[in-house]
Every structure is written in C-alpha cells, then in structure tokens.
C-alpha cells in the first residue's frame, strides 16, 4: 500500500506570496492532519479533515487555510507569506483521527 | 490541550547500551504514539499504543493510560537509533498533541 505523499517537498518563496502544499493520503483514510514543525515552537496542529469537513482547527490566523477533496486529497494553502512561516509542513492521514497516524515526508517551506 | 512531556531531552549513549524515553500527558487519551524521525524530517511510526504494552525487536513501549505515562525502552542501542523520538497524544479533538522530544545520539 502506498504511503502518505506530500509535494512539493521543498519550497523557496518571497515574503508576501502565497504558496499551496498538498498531500494524498493512504488509500481508504479519510482524515488528513497538518502540521507545522519549526525549531523554536516544535510540532503544532494546523487543522484536521475528515469526509471533506473540517473538523477542527489549531492556533494559527486566518493565513492559513485548507481544504480536502472528495477523493479525500488534501492542500493547505498559506497567504501573504511571512519570514516566520518557513517550516516543515507534515500531513498525516489515518482512519480516523483516533486511530495510527501515517505521516508524509513532509514539505520543507522558506520565506525569503 | 494536552500538555505532553518528554524527557530527558537529550541523551548519548555508548553503543550497545539500553534506553528509557519517558512520556507524560496531562489528561485521558485515546491515542499515543511514539516516532522517529529521521534526519530529513519524516516521522516513522515507532508503536501505536494508547494502552498495554507493545514490542518489536530492540524496541518496546508501555502505556499506563491510568497514571499518564507511556515510556519507550531502546535496548542494544545502534548508530542508526540516534535522531529524535517524540511522543504524541490525542483524545476526542481530532489532533495530535506532540511532545518537544528526546534527542538521542549513539556514539561507536
């Protein structure tokens, strides 16, 4: 079975910019997770699928925002980018989000 | 949310030396894992274990959900073990609460 995939994998952008990731879960799971990861703050939730919903959603401003397709694909999308957004982006997906989580390979963003 | 914390925070260790990572949650949970990740970033699934006791290989875990803590033991340690364990947390909110990790370093 395939895994969790996430492109692009790296990312070089322009303060004020905005920038799409994107991320195709395992077959069959319907909840997809994001996740920031910097050095200063560690791993913070973004915000949860699941069927298309959006379940829940972490501390971050309206910038960022997301989506998931019926075919339970997901994006992320961040606007007017700034310095303090370059990070490791990671999706995970899974059953259900109680269940085993799979991780991607992730999406290394940079705000120049 | 949960508060999830991990210690030590850092740890060498001579090769072939076993380990105890230790995992402390604030609340009741449904869901804990712990992970590896690897010097590019991806999380490798490690043990799914919200409760009970789990082992493969050198590596084994235990969660006692009724105390909130989970501990990750790491026996005959290698090279290869060295990176950052974290351990993660969920109950009914949909989200992985993450611990700020164990960074470990296995010397030869």
């Known amino acids: 079975k395939a895994g969790v995939t996430q492109t692009p994998r790296y990312l070089i952008k322009t303060r004020g910019q905005q920038v799409t990731l994107s991320c195709s879960p395992i077959?069959?799971?319907?909840?997809v997770s994001w996740y920031q990861q910097t050095p200063g703050q560690g791993l913070q939730f973004l915000f949860e699928y699941f069927s298309e919903t959006q379940r829940n959603k972490g501390n971050f401003p309206g910038r960022f925002s997301g989506r998931q397709f019926s075919n339970s694909r997901s994006e992320m999308n961040v606007s007017t980018l700034e310095l303090g957004d370059s990070a490791l982006y990671l999706c995970?997906?899974?059953?259900?989000?109680?269940?085993?989580?799979?991780f991607g390979p992730g999406t290394r963003l940079t705000v120049t | 949310g949960i508060q999830v914390e991990q210690s030590p925070p850092d740890l060498i260790l001579q090769e072939g030396a076993n380990s105890t990572l230790r995992c402390n949650f604030s609340d009741s949970v449904n869901n804990l894992q712990w992970f590896h990740q690897n010097p590019w970033g991806q999380l490798i699934n490690l043990f799914y274990i919200p409760s009970g006791t789990k082992q493969n290989g050198r590596l084994s875990a235990t969660t006692v959900a009724t105390e909130r803590y989970s501990l990750l033991y790491i026996s005959s340690s290698q090279t290869t073990d060295s990176g950052v364990y974290f351990c993660?947390?969920?109950?009914?909110?949909?989200?992985?609460?993450f611990g700020t990790g164990t960074s470990l370093t296995v010397i030869p």
């Open positions: 077959s069959g799971h319907r909840s």
């Open positions: 993660a947390v969920g109950n009914t909110g949909n989200q992985f609460y």
């Open positions: 995970a997906s899974s059953l259900d989000a109680r269940y085993e989580q799979y």
